[in-house]
């Protein structure tokens, strides 16, 4: 998307547009205002992400950038978004592709919603049913939404995931590294680490199935007391983890 405020052309240069310093004063004021409110608060950000988004439009539409002296629009956004010029970007995205929305609905969905409101738009092009979608992204938790426009855009369905956070020391590192890279071999390395994971606790659970079917014994009643309760004492580790 950089790449397309650098194209050059075989022809003559189109001239700059006229600049009406007045205007491009008060832009650029604002996209100031807004992002110094950012740092205070957190909230004002999703709320005036859409007249953030019409700005920078405007700003690259008729070169504001020029009043400050700057050799061009990727310069103006280096300046203002060091860390995060690709939201820069998602914000003139949503302001260029979601018109048929109306700005308060906008403000209400955020621009986390927003910015996957915009995969639907592109797909859909004329077709894109607006009101269906702002509804879905209304009701819909974040995560879900974006797993309903992940279905519409593939197809497919998308299972539901979640992040789960283990205590490791550094003498274990090696061996689970080492577990996960020979399944990944065996798997094939396009499958991803918690696939592998599951595989590898899977052979283990099919392991010790076979142990134990000569026994008629229990799998959990089969481990040995000190295994249970370290096991026990891991799965309430993990668990309080995951809520953290």
Known sequence: ???LTNLRSSGPLPM???????????????????LSWEKIKEQEKDVRFVELGEYLC???????????????FDEFLEKRFADSRRKAYYLMTIHEHLTRV???QLREMGWTKARELVKVARKDGAEFASCTWVHKAKELPREEFKRE?????????TE????IYFKLYKSQLPVVERALEIAALMLGSDKSRGYCLEMICAD???????????????????APSG???????????TEAMRHE
């Open 1 to 3: 998307m950089i790449g």
């Open 16 to 34: 700059p547009p006229k600049l009406n310093r007045r205007r491009a004063l008060f832009v650029l004021e604002k996209i100031d205002e807004i």
């Open 58 to 72: 405007e700003v690259r539409a008729k070169q504001y950038w020029r009043l400050e002296n700057l050799k061009s």
């Open 102 to 104: 109306p700005k308060p």
């Open 149 to 157: 426009v992940e279905r519409h855009l593939t197809g497919k369905e």
């Open 160 to 163: 539901a995931w979640e992040i």
């Open 204 to 222: 283990f659970l099919a392991g010790a199935a076979l142990e134990t079917s000569g026994t008629g014994q229990n799998l959990e009643c089969s």
């Open 227 to 237: 295994y249970s309760s370290a096991a026990s004492e891991q799965s309430a580790s």
